[in-house]
Nanobody
Framework: QVRLVESGGGLVQAGESLRLSCQAS????????MGWFRQAPGKEREFVAA????????SYADFVKGRFTISRDNAKNTVYLQMNSLKPEDTAVYYC???????????????????WGKGTLVTVSS
């Protein structure tokens, strides 16, 4: 089992930045693709970004390209999501997820990742 705990959410104004963190614990010795997803009120969950265990292609949703950056520190079992130029439409609960079998470039909004965190709320005011 892998436990994922997100942090870093909060209330910011449009144009500001936030960095989300996802701390993994448990069976972290395995190789995992890590991803960030989000769900806005009344909307379906959507894919944001995914990163492979080590070298490989990082994947982003079109709506965050150029604004968000996903990264990971395997020594700390932590994945980050740096979010810049935030917009009110970025308001959502952001979830971290992990999967041992899928490659980062194949992660989508419909992907059923193996493990999920409970989420952290990001609110962007206009």
């Amino acid at each position: 089992q892998v436990r994922l705990v997100e942090s870093g959410g909060g209330l910011v104004q449009a144009g500001e930045s936030l960095r989300l963190s996802c701390q993994a614990s448990g069976r972290t010795s395995s190789v995992y693709t890590m991803g960030w997803f989000r769900q806005a009120p009344g909307k379906e969950r959507e894919f944001v970004a995914a990163i492979p265990w080590s070298r490989g292609i990082i994947s982003y949703a079109d709506f965050v390209k150029g604004r968000f950056t996903i990264s990971r520190d395997n020594a700390k079992n932590t994945v980050y999501l740096q979010m810049n130029s935030l917009k009110p439409e970025d308001t959502a609960v952001y979830y971290c997820a992990a999967d041992r079998t899928i490659v980062a470039t194949l992660v989508s909004s419909k992907t059923r990742m193996e493990y999920w965190g409970k989420g952290t709320l990001v609110t962007v005011s206009s």
